[in-house]
């Protein structure tokens, strides 16, 4: 991760490593950020609200994270909004879910220790 400012118009760049070393930048903004309630982000805008060139290898998407109480737990919630049919299932090709999958495991495990 390089930048968090979880506020509208904040920026959002987090550098996503793979197994074998390879890396991805995803550059955006924040649209909404409410407290351990919920935040939302796109890669459609670069921080100062500058439209995003389309990048030939990663679609435009918006991700909907919501978060609540559970009984002393968490739930937390991630949706991800495709602008296509196409965009989400090349997200579905790179490893989206499974990506997903572990930064879950990263975070509970990051919570324990907490």
């Given at each position: 991760?390089?930048?968090?400012?979880?506020?509208?118009?904040?920026?959002?760049?987090?550098?996503?490593?793979?197994?074998?070393?390879?890396?991805?930048?995803?550059?955006?903004?924040?649209?909404?950020?409410?407290?351990?309630?919920?935040?939302?982000?796109?890669?459609?805008?670069?921080?100062?609200?500058?439209?995003?060139?389309?990048?030939?290898?990663?679609?435009?998407?918006?991700?909907?994270?919501?978060?609540?109480?559970?009984?002393?737990?968490?739930?937390?919630?991630?949706?991800?909004?495709?602008?296509?049919?196409?965009?989400?299932?090349?997200?579905?090709?790179?490893g989206f879910h499974e990506g997903w999958r572990q930064t879950t495991g990263q975070l509970e495990a990051l919570a324990r220790t907490l």
């Amino acid at each position: 991760m390089k930048t968090l400012e979880p506020r509208p118009g904040g920026a959002s760049h987090i550098v996503m490593r793979g197994p074998n070393g390879e890396e991805s930048d995803g550059v955006g903004v924040f649209l909404e950020a409410a407290p351990e309630q919920r935040l939302v982000f796109t890669n459609a805008f670069a921080p100062g609200w500058i439209p995003s060139a389309q990048p030939a290898v990663v679609p435009f998407m918006t991700t909907i994270v919501e978060m609540s109480d559970e009984g002393g737990k968490t739930r937390h919630v991630v949706r991800a909004l495709h602008w296509t049919e196409e965009a989400r299932k090349l997200h579905e090709e790179m490893g989206f879910h499974e990506g997903w999958r572990q930064t879950t495991g990263q975070l509970e495990a990051l919570a324990r220790t907490l």
